[in-house]
C-alpha cells in the first residue's frame, strides 16, 4: 500500500447485518433497564452485523480488489442460517470490555474462511487470530456494579433468540461520529441462490 494521504483511506470492513429479532430487542431492552446506572455504550440495532474481516484504514485505490475478494468468496456460498443464542461478555469478569450474543453457523465459517483465501489471492493479509463470530450488543469501560452486569447476563445464558438467513455479505465503510460509528455499504455481494 503506497498511499499515505489519510484524506485517501477510508476505514473498512466486511460484514453481515443482522436483522433485530424480537426476543433479541426485548432481551436488550431488559439488559438495558438493569444496567441503566452503568457508563454502557450500546450498539442501537440499525447498527447489529457480524464483521467477517477488519480492514481498518484502506487507500481508496485498493477497495476495488478488496470488493472483488468479497464478490468471489460469496458467490459460491448458499445463503447462511444463523442461530442467535446466550449472552456472553468478553474480558475479566469484573472488568469486562463488551457484551456479546452468540451466533452458531457453520455457514458462515465457510465464508470467513473463503473470504480470507480471497483477500490472500488479492495480496491482502488478513487477520491472523481465531474467528469467533458474535454480535456486539455493546461497549463497556468500567463498570461500578460488575455483579449486576453478571447476573443479567446470567438470566440469557440459555437463550435462543431466534434464526435468520443472510443473502448478502458487504463491504462496508465505518464513519465515526460523536454519536457513534454509522456504517455505510459500498458494495453488497449476493450469496449463491440455492437451486
Known amino acids: 500500500m503506497e498511499e499515505t494521504n489519510s484524506s485517501s483511506q477510508r476505514r473498512l470492513f466486511v460484514g453481515v447485518k443482522i436483522p433485530a429479532p424480537p426476543a433479541l430487542c426485548d432481551a436488550l431492552a431488559t439488559l438495558q433497564t438493569q444496567l441503566a446506572r452503568e457508563r454502557i455504550r450500546w450498539v442501537p440495532p440499525e447498527n447489529w452485523h457480524l464483521t467477517l474481516e477488519f480492514f481498518g484504514a484502506v487507500p481508496e485505490s485498493r477497495i ?13 456460498i448458499e445463503p447462511i442460517h444463523l442461530r442467535l443464542a446466550t449472552v456472553g461478555a468478553f474480558g475479566p469478569p469484573r472488568h469486562p470490555r463488551v457484551i456479546w450474543v452468540g451466533v452458531e453457523s457453520a455457514g458462515l465459517i465457510t465464508l470467513h474462511a473463503a473470504l480470507q ?32 452486569l453478571q447476573k443479567c447476563l446470567a438470566r440469557f445464558q440459555h437463550e435462543n ?23 455505510q455499504a459500498l458494495h453488497r455481494c449476493p450469496l449463491a441462490p440455492q437451486i
Open 64 to 76: 476495488p480488489a478488496l470488493a472483488a475478494a468479497l464478490a468471489a468468496a460469496a458467490a459460491p
Open 117 to 148: 483465501q480471497e483477500l490472500r489471492l488479492a495480496g491482502w493479509t488478513p487477520e491472523s487470530r481465531p474467528y469467533t463470530p458474535h454480535l456486539t450488543l455493546a461497549r463497556l469501560n468500567t463498570l461500578r456494579h460488575p455483579d449486576r
Open 161 to 183: 433468540f431466534g434464526e435468520i438467513f443472510i443473502k448478502h455479505a458487504v463491504l462496508f465503510e465505518s464513519h465515526l461520529t460523536p454519536a457513534g460509528p454509522r456504517y
